[in-house]
């Protein structure tokens, strides 16, 4: 019998914790005991994992030991991870941590499985291996098959990103402004999970700014692409927080070093692992929000040449960033080295 494993999800009750939990399930992965952690706060709560309801144990430095944690899912927030990931591999445990904490750290694979699985292979230097930034995920998973055909050399990209990606809270702040805005009381709401009021608006600033002008967020998508793509790239991003709860949506200009045809371009990620193309543009088929909501696949349209380059094209890029930006490529890496332990 194949072996099955101790899973600890930290952040079990957070936005991205219940996708883990529900697509833990939804693949079968091989658990022998699901173990849910969060803070004292939820403590004694309950998930759903597997049509029951599981008690959330409190998260503390001794708790992978003591229920023998073999494989740990993070998603808790940087702090957290850099404080209790250290006890989980000390417990013996492989860490895939959600948040930014370990992603630049030379040490610790950066890995989304479409594009640089060979690397989840290092997590023996660290016991851990990081998951991109969700809009980082979704995007190198379509760059990763046109770089090899056309060569890429520049990537320059506008997002339009959902209140989940700033966890469950901002998602509760959009649906209280719009209740506010439809009871005439808009103007009462103290904006908390983002600078400015969301409802009804769009914000040009994911993150802190750092000192180039570019915010944490966009640098994010610079130095994770290079990393992941093991590329010197040229990459240039707007991060934009838009008035959705799920689903992020880029459009994205590449450059490379041959022509690209935008009609191979649509054949070769058509062919590519977990990419659907949706693109008749006479019959308004393109991706939306909507149509990546609790999807596991990335969705491109809007595939179309530059009007003055020839080694230019444009794109659009759709994900739900709670799943594919998260939770899918977290399970889809312990999936791969759950695989890798059997070689
Ligand atoms: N949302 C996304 O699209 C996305 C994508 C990629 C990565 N991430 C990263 O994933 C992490 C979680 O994001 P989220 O959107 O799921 O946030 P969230 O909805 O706010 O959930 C946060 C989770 O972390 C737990 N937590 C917070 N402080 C804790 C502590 N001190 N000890 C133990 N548990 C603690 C919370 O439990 P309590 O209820 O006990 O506080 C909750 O389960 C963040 O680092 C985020 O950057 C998010």
Request: hydrophobic share 45%; aromatic share 6%; proline share 4%.
């Amino acid at each position: 019998m194949s072996k099955k494993y101790n899973v600890a999800v930290v952040g079990a009750n957070g936005a991205v914790g219940e996708e883990i939990l529900a697509i833990l399930t939804e693949v079968d992965f091989p658990i022998n005991k699901l173990v849910p952690l969060a803070s004292s706060r939820s403590a004694g709560k309950t998930v759903e994992f597997n049509g029951k309801e599981v008690v959330i144990k409190e998260l503390t430095h001794t708790v992978f030991k003591e229920e023998e944690i073999e494989i740990a899912l993070f998603s808790a927030g940087g702090s957290v991870s850099a404080e209790f990931a250290p006890a989980a591999v000390e417990a013996g445990a492989v860490v895939i941590d959600n948040t930014s904490h370990f992603r630049m750290d030379k040490n610790t694979p950066l890995v989304v499985p479409e594009v640089n699985p060979e690397d989840i292979a290092k997590w023996t230097d660290t016991g851990i291996i990081a998951n991109p930034n969700c809009s980082t995920i979704q995007m190198v998973q379509a760059l990763k098959p046109l770089d090899v055909a056309y060569d890429l050399k520049r990537v320059d990209i506008a997002t339009y990103q959902a209140t989940s990606g700033a966890g469950k809270t901002a998602m509760e702040e959009l649906v209280t402004q719009m209740q506010s805005f439809f009871a005439f009381k808009l103007d009462e709401i103290e904006p908390k999970a983002f600078p400015h009021q969301i409802a009804l608006n769009v914000i040009p600033q994911i993150d802190k700014f750092t000192d180039n002008g570019y915010t944490k967020e966009e640098m994010k998508m610079v130095n994770e692409t290079t990393k992941i793509m093991h590329k010197q790239l040229e990459v240039s991003a707007t991060c934009v927080r838009v008035p959705t709860l799920r689903g992020h949506a880029e459009a994205v200009t590449l450059t490379f070093g041959r022509d690209v045809d935008a009609a191979e371009a649509r054949n070769i990620l058509s062919r590519s692992e977990n990419i659907v193309v949706l693109d008749e543009p006479s019959q308004s088929l393109y991706p939306m929000p909507a149509t990546a909501f609790g999807r596991n696949e990335t969705f491109v349209g809007r595939i179309r040449n530059d009007n003055f380059r020839k080694n230019m094209i444009h794109m659009f890029i759709v994900a739900d960033n709670l799943r594919v930006g998260a939770a899918t490529n977290a399970v889809r890496i312990a999936q791969k080295w759950v695989a890798m332990q059997g070689e």
